[in-house]
RNA sequence: GGUUCCUUAGCCAAGUUGGUAAGGCAAUUGACUGCAACUCAAUGAUCAUCGGUUCAAAUCCGGUAGGAACCUCCA
């Protein structure tokens, strides 16, 4: 199968050809955890979660890495705010991150590091790049040395001169450069570490490298590095910088950006008041139904939350769900087997699609296909078995890679006698009978 | 100020190297149906606008209008 994927790096649609065979090393930034998730931070989630799914699908063995940035200034002042400990802010928002994920259908990464838990590599990370000469200390913090990297700004297409003229760098007088930025910062306030440079905490940008370090050795050269487009600049330009610096790569192969999710056509900001909670619109339309609106959008383009395109992605979730479940019923009093997942036919375009730079617009038009052929093939006077049984096992196998999660009830011999009285009593004519258990079949969720 | 991007039917949206536009939602009509739900079928676009290149452009080039993002923490 021919993978294709844009590469922000290139700026291009390349071929994907992994550094080990059959493998796929793949990092993705994570949240900074302090506070609720808000549905922005599902987009980068569900995106690679998709992505992964799919290159599992087809054969790769994945380790996906994302991590937690537990140690940050919004941290330490969330804390001082509630007074708490910033281990007891940032574990209780990696819970609900965790369980926001999962309800959107998303699996856990392979591996989800912590800053607080590589404050010695980060170190050890920081004294190599200073006696490499690529970053000094002055008065107990540490600055990269941009000017060591000779293409700085290629990722996110930034000219260090206008950067400089644009006059909206901070100045700092201990930087030898406005560009040089923070891998290690003095502070009096919270969490601290001990350094060879004294009492503080790691910058932003040194925290992935560090773990990509260490979790992908020797080198730290990985196939996929994702994350929101926002990202680009500064955040993974240091991070190629340091790499630079470290190991002469670029980190990874193929740097994957998803691009926002609007709320009314507006981005999502604390000033404009419309930051919306992952969990609200979860527990308001479920996660399948999130899961839909962020899918139906390839990932490098907007997507639009409003009120017409929930409504829109909700009918079809509940299309597909209804659906599935009468393929499942059907199966099930014909006493037909349930396919298992991983071995369906016809996926063929539909895995196509995905290999086109993740296009789950063409995937789901895929799905909706199956869907109209289940539809059809369920009114037939003479039901096809074996057809919607295979049907079935096509859609449980796109479903499964996009991460719809749709339960349909197993029956036992009590609802399959059930549900054969109520068939009887409606071909008698006996419609107060075939009402009431058509009620009890609704209830159990069987039709 | 610098850089980059977008504009496809009421809404969402796809569109490799140019060859007269996938799919979905909504709507309308028809069908199915004991009732309801579900479902099926049919119906809609000169691709913001102007001009250029070409036998041929939504797709390439330029102008105009409108919109957005990044350059600062941000998914």
């Known amino acids: 199968m021919n993978i294709r994927f844009y590469n922000s790096l290139s700026k291009k649609v390349e071929d994907f050809k992994t550094i080990k065979p059959n493998q796929v090393s793949m990092y993705v930034c994570g949240p900074t955890v302090y506070n609720y998730p808000h549905i922005g931070n599902m987009r980068p ?19 996906y890495v994302s991590n937690f940035t537990d140690v940050d200034d919004k941290i330490i002042n969330k804390a001082l705010q509630e007074k708490k400990s910033e281990k ?94 923070a891998l290690w910062k003095k502070t009096s306030e919270g969490i601290s570490w001990d350094s060879p440079w004294g009492k503080g905490r790691p910058g932003w ?13 020797p080198d730290g050269l990985i196939d996929i590095h994702g994350g929101g487009y926002d990202l680009k600049f500064p955040h993974h330009e240091n991070e190629i910088a340091q790499a630079e610096a470290r190991h002469n790569n670029k980190i990874a192969n193929y740097w994957l950006h998803n691009n926002f999710i609007n709320i009314n056509n507006e981005k999502m900001s604390k000033s404009l008041g419309n930051v919306i909670y992952a969990k609200d619109l979860i527990e308001q339309f479920g996660g399948n ?133 109520y068939l009887a009593a409606k071909a008698k004519k006996d419609f107060s009978l075939s009402d009431k258990l058509r009620a009890e079949l609704i209830e159990k969720k069987i039709i």
């Open 289 to 421: 139904v999130v899961r839909m609106v962020i899918l139906s959008t390839h990932y490098r383009a907007p997507v639009n939350f409003t009120n017409e395109t929930i409504e829109s992605s909700k009918n079809e979730v509940q299309k597909i769900e209804n659906v599935y479940r009468q393929m499942a019923l059907v199966l099930q009093i014909n006493e037909k087997k349930i396919p298992t997942i991983g071995h369906a036919s016809g996926m063929e375009k539909f895995l196509d699609s995905l290999a086109d730079d993740l296009n789950t617009s063409n995937a789901l038009a895929e799905l909706y296909e199956v869907t109209k052929r289940a539809n059809q093939s369920l009114r037939q006077r003479e039901i096809d078995f074996d057809l919607i049984e295979q049907l079935f096992s096509t859609m449980s196998d796109m479903l499964s890679i996009l991460g719809i999660d749709i339960k349909y009830v197993r029956l036992n011999t009590a609802d399959k006698k059930l549900y054969e009285e």
């Open 205 to 217: 940008h040194t925290e992935c490298c560090v773990m990509i370090d260490t979790i992908f050795p």
């Open 45 to 63: 989630v569900v995106v690679f979660d998709t992505l992964r799914r799919f290159l599992e699908y087809v054969g790769y063995k994945v380790t």
């Open 88 to 181: 007891e802010v940032t574990e209780y928002f990696i819970g609900e991150f965790k369980n926001d994920i999962h309800c959107i259908g998303c699996k856990d990464p392979n591996v989800t590091p912590k800053v607080t838990e590589y404050m010695s590599q980060i170190i050890s990370y920081i004294d190599v790049l200073i006696k490499k000469g690529a970053a000094y200390e002055k008065n107990g913090n540490v600055y990269f040395r941009v000017s060591k990297i000779k293409d700085y700004g290629s990722l996110s297409g930034i000219n260090i001169d206008d950067l400089i003229t644009g006059a909206r760098v901070e100045t700092n007088d201990e930087k030898e450069s406005p560009l040089d930025f």
